[in-house]
């Protein structure tokens, strides 16, 4: 049954609606979720699980993404559900010597910006991820880049909220 009264209607039972409810009920404010179907069932469900932070440009987007990766990290220890979060690190490979500038100011705008990322050559690639093309010529690597279950996310979320 839904509430007739509360300080916060949230529509939309994914990832963002149950962050917002979980920071707001955490804050006292009375929250009420509503969903047109179940939660995460829509975006949340579908998405690649990533907290990608390899190709984030310097400036705004690496630190909103950086954010992002901090408050993943916070939530094992503050919600009691485990949302299977991990930081195995991600690569970008590159294969085409044409890509080289652009992977390398890349690396350079993150290293001036704060945000460094590893260049690597084939065969470090490759000790990384042994599955990899012997065609490649090297990758970045990002330490910082992580994945989650968004469903256990969603769920943990409006279940610490709901307390």
């Given amino acids: 049954m839904v509430p007739k009264k509360a300080d916060t209607v949230i529509i939309g039972g994914g990832v963002v609606g149950a962050s917002l409810a979980y920071f707001l009920a955490k804050n006292k404010r009375d929250v009420v979720l509503v969903d ?3 939660l995460a069932g829509e975006s949340s469900a579908a998405n690649g699980a990533w907290a ?17 990766v901090g408050l993943l990290q916070s939530f094992r ?6 949302q299977e979060y991990r ?3 991600g690569l970008l490979v590159f294969t085409d010597e044409k890509q080289l500038p652009f992977v ?14 590893q260049m690597l050559d084939a065969k470090q690639a ?10 490649i010529l090297g990758a970045v690597f990002s330490d910082s880049t992580g994945l989650l279950n968004p469903l256990f996310l969603v769920i943990a979320l409006v279940e610490q909220a709901r307390k």
């Fill in 126 to 135: 490759r000790e990384l991820e042994p599955l990899l093309s012997e065609k």
């Fill in 87 to 89: 930081q195995p690190g």
């Fill in 77 to 82: 220890e503050e919600l009691e559900r485990d």
């Fill in 36 to 38: 047109k179907g179940m």
């Fill in 104 to 117: 390398q100011a890349h690396v350079k705008a993150r290293a001036e910006d704060g945000h460094p990322l």
């Fill in 52 to 68: 990608w932070t390899l190709t984030r440009r310097a400036g705004i987007d690496i630190r909103l993404s950086m954010h992002s």
